[in-house]
Structure formats: C-alpha cells, structure tokens
T-cell receptor, first 110, second 111 residues
Framework: SQQGEEDPQALSIQEGENATMNCSYKTSINNLQWYRQNSGRGLVHLILIRSNEREKHSGRLRVTLDTSKKSSSLLITASRAADTASYFC??????????FGKGTRLHILP | EAQVTQNPRYLITVTGKKLTVTCSQNMNHEYMSWYRQDPGLGLRQIYYSMNVEVTDKGDVPEGYKVSRKEKRNFPLILESPSPNQTSLYFCASIGDTGELFFGEGSRLTVL
C-alpha cells in the first residue's frame, strides 16, 4: 500500500528556477522524509521533518509539513543541473513500516 | 566510511535457480529493510528486520525469504526466481535519527 504520493510525476524547469514537489499521505505520521535518487542509484536522504514541525531548511532545500492536510512540499531553490533526479517522500520510521511514494522526476534544463 | 554494501550489483539468472543477494552495513543499525523498485510502482518494501532474529513481511514478500543472524547482515533469498522478480533491489538500514541509508542497488534479471 502506498502511503505517500508525490505530485507532479514529472517536472522540467530551467536552471536557476525553483522546483516544488508535493507529497500527500493517508494516515497519521511521526515524521516524513524526502530522498533523492540519481538514475538507477541508491536513494540519498535529504531531510526529515517531524510531525510537530511545520517547516525545515537545509541549504537550498525547504520542506513544509501540513498535518491537517496530510501533505508536505519540497522546494529546491536556484536549481542546478545536478538536481536532475527523482525525489521521493517517505513516511514511517523506526518500529514502523517505511513506505515510499512513487516519486517525482525532476529534469533541470540548461 | 558508513555504508550499506550489496552484492551482486548485477545478475542475470534463469527461472528456478536459487540465488541470494547479500547486504551488509557497518553502522551497527538494528533496523534493516529490502525494497524492490519497478517502473511506475516506486519502491515497495519486501521484508524488514528490527533486530537480530526479528523479521517481518513488507508489502510484497511473496517469493522471497530473509534471515537476520547477525546485526550487520540481512541477505535476501530467492528460492525459485521467476521472471516477475526481475527488478532493481535495494537494501537499507535505518539510523538513530530515522533516516534510511541505502545500498547502491542490485539489478536482477530472471530469464
């Protein structure tokens, strides 16, 4: 069963623009995480936001969490070619099943 | 260096020939997990383990077995592989802060 669902499925933007991806989930959570995957490689952890947090920053990344709407967004500012990847949200954690969404494919155009 | 190591990275096999994908982590993590990734379906959890000798089914456990005899190792066993198990497989361990550390993946083709 899929807990997180990312939106859009694919996104193409010009280098330097901001990219926003959304994640919706169905049940209550303790935290939500975002991961990046370069083509065919292992996923890399980007950021974790706890259920009692509303916003979190890490470098050019900004994550928001709205537990009332069961949704989260990932904003990448000033995008670069190296940001081209797939991005996944995941819910669950230690002691729970961790469930990933299907991902958003982000393509940064030169 | 903290890492999760999977082997083999690539494997082509035939239907019914038993195979094992090994996974090892050097971070002393208790929780480990196996996922498969298929186009359009995202990552789906196969099995997970919360500690030595403690394993549980994920969402797609059929056709797979696992064991956790030591904390660092979590092998995935396909007793009788079938073509629908052709996929990209990832092993992961979970750290104290809740983040997953992934291996580089094992691409399996079953003919």
């Amino acid at each position: 069963s899929q807990q997180g669902e990312e939106d859009p499925q694919a996104l193409s933007i010009q280098e330097g623009e901001n990219a926003t991806m959304n994640c919706s989930y169905k049940t209550s959570i303790n935290n939500l995480q975002w991961y990046r995957q370069n083509s065919g490689r292992g996923l890399v952890h980007l950021i974790l936001i706890r259920s009692n947090e509303r916003e979190k920053h890490s470098g050019r990344l900004r994550v928001t969490l709205d537990t009332s709407k069961k949704s989260s967004s990932l904003l990448i500012t000033a995008s670069r070619a190296a940001d081209t990847a797939s991005y996944f949200c995941a819910t669950g954690g230690r002691g729970d099943k961790i469930i990933f969404g299907k991902g958003t494919r982000l393509h940064i155009l030169p | 260096e903290a890492q999760v190591t999977q082997n083999p990275r690539y494997l082509i096999t035939v239907t019914g020939k038993k195979l094992t994908v090994t996974c090892s982590q050097n971070m002393n993590h208790e929780y480990m997990s196996w996922y498969r990734q298929d186009p359009g379906l995202g990552l789906r959890q196969i099995y997970y383990s919360m500690n030595v000798e403690v394993t549980d089914k994920g969402d797609v456990p059929e056709g797979y077995k696992v064991s956790r005899k030591e904390k660092r190792n979590f092998p995935l066993i396909l007793e009788s592989p079938s073509p629908n198990q052709t996929s990209l497989y990832f092993c992961a361990s979970i750290g104290d802060t809740g983040e997953l550390f992934f291996g580089e993946g094992s691409r399996l083709t079953v003919l």
